[in-house]
């Protein structure tokens, strides 16, 4: 699950860097230095800034690695998956094997598309985004996906597919594991 605490801060680090370059090139453009001196300063900070900038990226890329919403990643984290269920999205609307399913358990979603492309994208009863994954023609995507409460959730599509995109929801109704 994304956090979006997480996406902020690396965006602030990676504004700090930029911002910390900038503040350096601008203090330096006040005094006069042979330009020759001043192409060579320069040209060290916009590597450092650069360099920065890459280190940040290749350290989140990292430790974000075990947290893709990938299917392995996610059978690693959350087991197999107990229940399997058909999601085919068609101009325009879901056609979804079951909508009654239960919370606490690994679920996986084999998303598919009839037509065009679409993305099958779950909501949760605050109207946030929970997961999703693209429904291509001719591919199935598998999406693991653990409901942590009980609650009716929305499926919307998230790829602009035609004039009927918006009218593509689907209810999942989500009950307490017995
Ligand atoms: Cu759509």
């Known amino acids: 699950m994304q956090n ?8 602030i680090a990676m504004g700090a ?8 090139i601008m203090a330096r453009s006040g005094r006069s230095i042979p330009v020759e001196q001043l192409e060579r300063s320069e040209n060290r900070i916009r590597v450092g ?6 280190a940040i990226a290749i350290v989140v890329f990292v430790l974000s690695l075990p947290r893709l919403p990938f299917a392995g990643s996610r059978r690693a984290e959350l087991g197999p998956p107990q229940v399997t269920i058909t999601a085919t999205a068609v101009q325009w ?3 979804i094997s079951r909508d009654r399913l239960t919370a606490g358990i690994p679920i996986e979603f084999d998303v598919t598309s009839r037509d065009v492309n679409h993305d099958f994208a779950i909501y949760d009863p605050d109207g946030r985004l929970l997961t999703q994954v693209q429904a291509m023609p001719g591919y199935i995507n598998r999406l693991v996906y653990r409901f942590s409460a009980p609650g009716t959730y929305t499926v919307r599509c998230l790829e602009y597919c035609g004039v009927g995109h918006h009218m593509m929801t689907a209810r999942l109704t989500v009950a307490r594991q017995e």
């Not at 800034?49 to 890459?54: D, E, N, S």
């Open 17 to 24: 860097v930029w911002t910390l370059g900038w503040a350096i």
């Open 93 to 95: 609307g879901w056609i």
């Open 4 to 11: 979006p605490h997480v996406i902020f801060g690396v965006l």
């Open 49 to 54: 800034l650069l360099g920065g900038l890459a």
